[in-house]
T-cell receptor, first 114, second 113 residues
Framework: DTGVSQNPRHKITKRGQNVTFRCDPI?????LYWYRQTLGQGPEFLTY????????KSRLLSDRFSAERPKGSFSTLEIQRTEQGDSAMYLC????????????FGPGTRLTVL | DQQVKQNSPSLSVQEGRISILNCDYT??????FLWYKKYPAEGPTFLIS?????DKNEDGRFTVFLNKSAKHLSLHIVPSQPGDSAVYFC????????????FGEGTQLTVNP
């Protein structure tokens, strides 16, 4: 049983560049979530998918952010024209809603925008 | 608008004693509560959860208590071990929200040998 995996684990980029992160959820989990965590705060919800459908997006998710889950399995989160304020840990979680409401998190991707 | 609040940024206890971490919430729609533990540079690890229809849930050394009238939950760790040293987050969700989690700010627990 493999857990949630995220790649890359670390990403350093220059302001204005685009970045893309990948999340592979636990097999057969039909819900996938993205959160962002900054220093000293708890994770904040960004968006979630049920299978391939993106059902909700937070106000935190500006137009520069886009997420996809094309086949209902892995997901990508893209940030265009990165800003220094985008520096954070980006966390992915998955759950199987028919089994449990518990979300299991991946190790996260640490983004640093210079 | 902080709907889930952990008022203690840090807590220090001796090995073998009880650790009590507290969490308050304001949204009465929340019906599912969870505790996560987080080590540096790792994602949160699920510890224990409780539904709003219960007031207590126990799993080994971990017990979560829910007081709905006070909108308060607590996590008890007995006995505390040095390996329990980490940041603990409480989180809450409700059914129609798609289970999106709202987290508190976290409490740094240090268990001293």
């Amino acid at each position: 049983d493999t857990g949630v995996s995220q790649n890359p684990r670390h990403k350093i980029t220059k302001r204005g560049q685009n970045v893309t992160f990948r999340c592979d959820p636990i097999s057969e989990h039909n819900r996938l979530y993205w959160y962002r965590q900054t220093l000293g705060q708890g994770p904040e919800f960004l968006t979630y998918f049920q299978n391939e459908a993106q059902l909700e997006k937070s106000r935190l998710l500006s137009d520069r952010f886009s997420a996809e889950r094309p086949k209902g399995s892995f997901s990508t989160l893209e940030i265009q024209r990165t800003e220094q304020g985008d520096s954070a840990m980006y966390l992915c979680a998955s759950s199987h809603i028919q089994v449990t409401d518990t979300q299991y998190f991946g190790p996260g991707t640490r983004l640093t925008v210079l | 608008d902080q709907q889930v609040k952990q008022n203690s940024p840090s807590l220090s206890v001796q090995e073998g004693r009880i650790s009590i971490l507290n969490c308050d919430y304001t949204n009465s729609m929340f019906d599912y509560f969870l505790w996560y533990k987080k080590y540096p540079a790792e994602g949160p690890t699920f510890l224990i959860s409780i539904s709003s229809i219960k007031d207590k849930n126990e799993d080994g050394r971990f017990t979560v208590f829910l007081n709905k009238s006070a909108k308060h939950l607590s996590l008890h760790i007995v006995p505390s071990q040095p390996g329990d040293s980490a940041v603990y987050f409480c989180a809450a969700s409700w059914g129609t929200s798609g289970s999106r989690l709202t987290f508190g700010e976290g409490t740094q627990l240090t268990v001293n040998p």
